[in-house]
């Protein structure tokens, strides 16, 4: 009888020391399981020590089939509800034990972390792709004038070759539309011409050497425009020519009638779009801020910045002389100082004018040899004003050129 109660209990679960995680919040139920010789007047009992303390589980027995063995088993439950629930808890039978140690988890923890983490990251990606969407060309122009490469000192005289057809809704959208807005608002000269660009699907000399004067090359690809001979008969042949005389071409076409062009020019254009730039005018790029504007500065050359200076600062004096577009012209009472090589010091053309008579000298009952007798122009005489840059001028002196365009011109 006493070799019985000396007998160790056999411990079925758990067999070894167990760690287990604790998380705030969560309920864990530890299983003692033993196996013990049955004996009426030996110790049968089964409890639970943490940190010296006595606790009681839910206990229950049960016999093996020929009643010699006895089975007990206990379970605690452990409400985990703060940091000091987790520790050592004990399972003791005839001074035997079995461990269960009861850790904090940091797995929850990192797991949270690790949420929050990509739910930022998400987040910044999703702000970035709606900014890079909304700002995509403002950030693309200031990273451009900013560290672009500036194309001076390269023999040009204009920075873009405006090819269009002569018909009305045409010269309206250039003259008075693409031209001032390039020109006042971002210091831009432009060589217009509204002749066919390739009369022969051959380019001319004249159109050779003016191309050849220019950093860029902007065609209003209109349904005037695409009537024209060469561009009806071999249109591919002259794109060729196009992209020999210039880099990377600007097509310009309209919304409105570009859903309804069937010309194959339009499909050919799609082909080499890694050559040409396709850019589209439509509705809402009347205003100075739309993105018609932001792609097509992007498609021209960089421009330095002039303070105080609006458009081409060798023009800006000039400002709107056009007899044709304003009522009252002063401009034969325009006075600039003028310069013997026909621009200033300063790089700023003053306007062009013939020189006057030959001075008059007098003899000893005038003033001293040598001096000039102020000249008189007569009532039916005028400066001579030389109008061959009349082309290139800006419009600074008009601000209200987009009324001169009604919604059924556009």
């Not at 919040?25 to 089964?46: E, K």
């Not at 451009?144 to 070759?161: P, V």
């Not at 004096?317 to 006075?335: A, G, T, V, W």
Request: hydrophobic content about 40%.
């Amino acid at each position: 009888m006493a070799d019985l109660c000396s007998v160790l209990p056999k411990f079925l679960y758990p067999s070894n020391n167990v760690t287990l995680e604790c998380a705030l919040g969560s309920q864990l139920p530890l299983n003692c399981t033993v196996q013990l010789p049955f004996s009426q007047h030996c110790d049968l009992v089964l409890h639970w020590m943490k940190d010296d303390l006595r606790l009681d589980g839910a206990t229950t027995q049960w016999f093996s089939d020929n009643a010699t063995e006895i089975f007990i088993s206990s379970i605690l439950d452990v409400n985990v509800t703060t940091d000091e629930n987790c520790g050592v808890f004990a399972c003791v039978v005839r001074n035997s034990t079995a461990v269960f140690t009861l850790q904090k988890s940091v797995e929850a923890a990192g797991h949270l972390g690790a949420v929050l983490v990509a739910f930022f990251i998400l987040t910044l990606l999703l702000l970035t792709s709606v900014t890079y969407v909304k700002c995509r060309l403002n950030v693309l122009l200031w990273y451009r004038n900013r560290y672009g490469d500036l194309e001076i000192n390269d023999g040009k005289l204009y920075d873009a070759y405006v090819s269009y057809a002569n018909a009305t809704d045409d010269i309206k959208f250039v003259n008075f539309i693409m031209k001032p807005q390039l020109e006042n608002r971002y210091g831009y000269k432009l060589f217009l011409d509204d002749k066919d660009v390739l009369p022969n699907s051959e380019p001319s000399a004249d159109l050779i050497m003016n191309v050849s004067r220019c950093r860029r090359l902007i065609v209003v690809l209109s349904n005037a425009y695409l009537e024209q001979e060469w561009c009806n008969t071999n249109f591919r042949e002259g794109l060729w020519r196009l992209l020999e005389l210039s880099q990377r071409p600007i097509f310009v076409a309209f919304e409105s009638q570009y859903r309804e062009i069937a010309h194959p020019a339009i499909d050919l254009l799609k082909q080499h779009k890694s050559t040409v730039t396709l850019l589209m005018w439509r509705a809402g790029s009347m205003m100075p801020s739309s993105d018609f504007w932001k792609e097509l500065c992007l498609a021209l050359p960089r421009k330095m910045s002039s303070r105080g200076l609006r458009g081409d600062p060798q023009t800006h004096l000039q400002e709107d002389k056009d007899p044709m577009l304003i009522i009252h012209s002063n401009y034969l009472d325009f006075r600039g100082e003028s310069h013997p090589e026909g621009d200033t010091g300063n790089g700023v053309r003053g306007p062009i004018f013939k020189g006057p008579p030959p001075p008059r000298m007098t003899g000893s009952a005038g003033p001293p040899f040598g001096t000039l007798e102020e000249v008189q122009l007569g009532e039916n005489q005028r400066n001579e004003i030389d109008i061959s840059d009349l082309g290139s001028r800006n419009y600074g002196a008009r601000t209200d050129f987009y009324c001169l365009v009604t919604e059924d011109d556009i």
